[in-house]
């Protein structure tokens, strides 16, 4: 008979767990504290652990990380009410076998057991890593079933240093989840440069990534480090590599295959040891069988291959993202909302999302702005269009930026508006550019005195 260590601060838990098991066959024995559970597993040598994270005076992931040392073969499940990445990545880096999001079913905890001590028997060992742990500011969100499998998959690879693909629709958080892996890798303490491979223009964004000699073409009054050069032991998140041209593509295989690359106008071979994550909403085997993108070049890419759902298939995730949002807005614009009523909830649950999370952000923070009540209700969003997903990234920028012109009542102000984003947009050509001029005019396809005239 298999033995399992039930771990839970809540009495009621561990009560109803230990009845649920033992009909099931199992013997349990039960602890409500971290230490408790290191001591029973010391004397009692359990098949298996489930064990809530969250315990007052030493936690879960402490009581992990100790029984680990001793007896690193037995496998753990680790159970939490909250719904952010960063526990479950933890626990996986540590050790954990599988992460298990309350409230769960009954059937699903007993067939994750199932398949931890089958794994046991077949004598394979949990992935154990000890790196320090280091949040990103910023979260991700959910406990749906397929957001908890991608932070199995960060906590499994992010200080592998392989190359990771990461896939979604547009919205859905990539540049988020290339974060949260670089956060947990062993490559923290040096760069981390995210570049949208979309955004800068081509013949632009081969001098970004490479770097260029002086007078290597019409304006180069200096050398250049490029990117890749920058980032010597760091990482480097290429969004959008499906918009890479075919030419660049062939210049980032051969620093994926031996790290190395020349600047451009430059002879001097250059060695870079960089971990690339790439993201796409493409889907890039139809590319490559249509010729836009290298088959090699997709090989070496998709090493490890992160698939991020939808909002339409988290659809259970939408509370807890939206509670996040609140929060996160409440303080951007002084507001004070409360909270959100379940009926406004099931309204959210009842929308497509095609612009994903994104979306879902800008749909709160409109209700944030409008709302005047304690607790946002279906009412709030009956001024928000939400067919303004369809609406480019830009474009859902600019009606935000007239909404809150006009509810600031600044409407008067509209050549100010004008002239402040077009020196912001110049500002900003520069500094991708390094400060030159006749780049970053080419750029913004103007000419070198309109830039100059936001400049004065």
């Known amino acids: 008979m298999k033995m399992i260590l039930v ?16 009909l099931e066959g199992y013997q349990v024995i039960t602890a409500t504290s971290g230490s408790e559970a290191i001591s029973l597993t010391r004397s009692h040598a359990p ?5 809530d994270v969250k315990m007052p005076g030493m936690d879960g992931l402490e009581a992990l990380v100790a029984i680990k ?43 994750r057991i199932g398949e931890a001590l089958k794994t046991r028997e077949m004598g394979v060992k949990a992935i154990v890593f000890d790196d320090a742990i280091d949040f990103d500011t910023e979260q991700v969100i959910g406990k749906s079933s397929g957001m908890l499998a991608v932070y199995k998959q960060i906590g499994m690879v992010a200080a592998t240093g392989a190359t990771v693909l990461i896939k979604g629709e547009s919205g859905t958080g990539k540049d988020l989840i290339a974060r949260a892996i670089f956060h947990h890798s062993d490559r923290t303490a040096n760069p981390f440069l995210a570049i949208n491979t979309a955004a800068i223009p081509e013949q632009l964004l081969e001098s970004e990534l490479f770097g260029y000699e002086r007078g290597s073409f019409t304006g180069a009054e200096f050398r250049k480090i490029g990117k890749f050069e920058q980032c010597d032991r760091g990482t480097i998140f290429l969004d959008e590599i499906g918009d890479m041209s075919l030419g660049l593509q062939a210049k980032l295989l051969r620093v994926l295959q031996d790290g190395c690359f020349e600047r451009l106008g430059g002879e001097k071979t250059i060695k870079s040891d960089v971990r690339i994550i790439a993201a796409t909403n493409k889907n890039l085997e139809e590319m490559v069988d249509k010729g836009l993108f290298r088959e090699d070049l997709f090989y070496r890419l998709n090493v490890i291959n992160i698939e991020l759902p939808p909002l339409r298939e988290r659809l259970e995730d939408i509370h807890d993202l939206t509670i996040y949002f ?53 009412e709030c969003f009956g001024s ?22 006009f509810i ?49």
């Open 326 to 378: 609140i929060h996160r807005f409440n303080k951007k614009f002084a507001k004070n909302i409360k909270g959100i009523t379940d009926e406004a909830v099931r309204y959210l649950q009842a929308q497509a999302w095609p612009g994903n999370v994104r979306e879902l952000a800008n749909v709160i923070q409109q209700a944030v702005v409008y709302c005047s009540r304690s607790y946002i209700i279906p």
């Open 408 to 456: 600031n009542d600044c409407q008067g102000r509209f050549q100010e508006i004008i002239n402040l984003f077009e020196r912001e947009m110049v500002k900003k050509a520069l500094e991708i550019t390094d400060g030159n001029q006749v780049q970053a005019a080419r750029m913004l396809h103007i000419s070198r005195n309109t830039l100059r005239k936001n400049l004065a």
């Open 47 to 51: 098949d298996l652990v489930v064990m």
């Open 384 to 405: 928000i269009n939400l067919s303004d997903a369809d609406l480019s990234p830009v474009q859902q920028a600019v009606k935000q930026l007239v909404e809150i012109t």
């Open 7 to 22: 771990v839970d601060d809540q009495e009621t838990v561990v009560y109803s767990l230990k009845r649920l098991l033992e």
């Open 69 to 111: 040392e001793f007896q690193s073969e037995i496998p753990i499940i680790m159970m939490t009410a909250h719904s952010t990445i960063d526990k479950a990545v933890a626990a996986t880096k540590f050790g954990a076998f599988d992460y298990l999001a309350k409230p769960f079913e009954n059937s699903e905890l007993l067939a």
